[in-house]
């Protein structure tokens, strides 16, 4: 036999060990772990949005986003999103804004994009319960950071306007005082959707650039909380304010060319414009009828104002005094029906009438009125106004959150010279007219002789006027920020005189 023959004949007795091989003779060779597939990323989704209890705003967005069945932001068939790096940069920010990465998963996000990066999956580990963990975890945090720097935090307007009911005394009355009437919009389902879209786009760090906050105070504050300064500040002072600085308004005083600005804690106004600048003391809301936040365009100034009083007032002052003229009369008060406008005797007035509002308890104006010679009106839904006062004592007081919610302001005059700017003529007539008698009994008329009062009452067709119109509207805005700069902008404290601060912090330590 040749050597060629054996040979073949070897050939003929061995057999393939690869023949006849089915795709189960794999499954001995794969590792679990590695296991990866579209529908087991899902089931681990699913099980980690059902597990999550955290409960602020930006997470019942990032558990609806997936109960929507919508798609999947960071993971495709090629991996994980660049768009992750980007916010995982961001994310390297959040110690300098205060907060703990903890509260937005970085550790736990870094770890997972490593082991995605390098397939470094586990037994403890899967690739799919990885790749589900980094997607969620991604979206919780791009919901919770950018909404945060947006719109804040916080929502004021559901933390302060669920402080004060309108009647502590009555449980089952769940009416509040509306201490929180800034226009400040909120995240809403469109915004959330919106940060989806940037990042599976690939556009998300401009659109995270754009969330960030562009207050001139933002930036200040936050300089601040980053320098050697901030040891001079209480850590959860800082925090408060800052927050405060993110709320996103509508309007800012740094807009305008001219503006008031009153900060309830400095109990002071400021004013500027490109004339100059004005600094006056200001009384407050006291504790239990706190002024409310808000902003409006100051467009008329009335002079020798009429005081309706309110309710609260009624109730305790005037309603065991019906019938007692000669007290109505010294305090030149009087009773005016709301529908017929016409007055009603003390005598004859119903304290029912008067508590339900049918009726109207009046203060006239001039000399001794409560609201003093001059009240600046603007526009706002709970008539607070900055008005002088008849009780000039109180700006010499260290505390002077003291009246019913509008704003006491020293030297009033000073302030309409301020407003009215160059328009003397109006303005020496308001001066006029806050000095003349204007009360209904005329005490100065029988002192004059009939010449003098010819010119007197001349001069008073010609002077003597009840309202100025503001042209054009200045802007005003009452603001709640315990941490300020002063007029050389350097910061300052000052007393947390309604206890918001703590409320604020208090939410804030979702974060901490």
């Known amino acids: ?36 597939s579209a529908g087991k990323v899902k089931l681990e989704l699913r099980r980690m949005v059902g597990n999550d209890g955290d409960s602020t705003l930006s997470d019942f967005y990032a558990r609806k986003y997936y109960d929507d069945h919508k798609p999947l932001i960071w993971i495709s068939r090629k991996g994980v999103s660049s768009s992750a790096d980007s916010l995982l940069a961001r994310l390297a920010e959040v110690k300098k804004i205060g907060f703990n990465p903890r509260q937005f998963r970085v550790a736990e996000i870094s770890q997972d994009l490593k082991r995605a990066r390098e397939l470094r999956f586990d037994v403890a580990h899967p690739a799919a319960k990885v790749l589900a963990r980094l997607e969620y975890n991604l979206t919780k945090a791009l919901f919770r950071f950018s909404s945060g720097q947006r719109f804040g935090y916080t929502n004021p307007s559901n933390l302060l306007n669920r402080l004060d ?5 009555d449980s089952s009355y769940k009416a509040y005082r509306q201490l929180y009437a800034l ?9 959330y959707e919106n940060a989806a879209r940037h990042a599976r786009q690939g556009t998300l760090s401009p659109f995270l650039d754009a969330c960030e906050p562009q207050s001139p105070l933002y930036k200040k504050l936050l300089a601040t909380l980053n320098s050697d300064s901030a040891k001079s500040f209480d850590r959860a002072l800082l925090l408060v304010n800052l927050e405060r600085s993110r709320w996103r308004l509508k309007d800012f005083p740094w807009n305008h060319d001219k503006y008031v600005l009153v900060n309830l804690p400095t109990l002071h106004l400021m004013a500027k414009g490109k004339d100059g600048s004005l600094t006056l003391r200001i009384g407050c809301g006291a504790s239990s ?26 109730k305790k002052s005037i309603i065991h005094r019906l019938g007692n003229t000669g007290w109505f009369a010294s305090r030149h008060y009087f009773i005016r029906d709301r529908t017929s406008g016409k007055i009603v005797s003390p005598a004859a007035a119903s304290a029912a009438a008067l508590l339900n509002g ?45 009246s019913h919610g509008c704003i006491r302001v020293d030297k009033p ?22 000095n003349a008698d204007v009360s209904c009994l005329g005490k100065n008329k029988g002192d004059l002789s009939m010449e003098q009062q010819a010119v007197a009452d001349t001069l008073r067709r010609d002077m003597l006027i009840g309202k100025a119109k503001v042209e054009p509207a200045v802007p005003v805005y009452l603001w709640y920020y315990t941490l300020y700069p002063d007029t050389n902008g350097v910061l300052r404290g000052y007393a947390d005189i309604y206890g918001y601060d703590q409320v604020i912090f208090n939410y804030l330590k979702n974060y901490l």
């Not at 073949?8 to 990866?36: H, T």
């Not at 226009?183 to 915004?191: E, G, W």
């Not at 009106?377 to 009780?391: A, C, E, K, P, Q």
């Open 165 to 169: 009911p309108v009647d502590p005394h």
């Open 183 to 191: 226009d400040s919009p909120r995240a809403n389902k469109k915004f």
């Open 1 to 36: 036999m040749s050597l060629l023959a054996f040979g073949v004949s070897c050939e003929k007795r061995k057999s393939n060990p690869n023949n006849d091989l089915s795709l189960s003779y794999y499954d001995s060779l794969s590792i679990p772990a590695y296991g990866i």
């Open 413 to 434: 005059f000073e302030l309409v010279k301020f407003i009215l700017g160059d328009n003397e003529k109006t303005i020496k007539k308001v001066w006029y007219s806050i």
């Open 289 to 314: 009828t706190k002024t409310p936040l808000l902003d409006g365009f100051i467009n008329r100034i009335d002079i020798n104002p009429q005081w309706i009083m309110p309710r609260s007032i009624v």
């Open 358 to 402: 049918s009726q109207l308890a009046i203060q006239e104006g001039g000399e001794g009125n409560a609201l003093g010679r001059i009240i600046f009106r603007f526009n706002n839904g709970l008539s607070i106004y900055l008005h002088d006062t008849s009780s000039k004592d109180i700006f010499d007081k260290s505390s002077r959150d003291v």
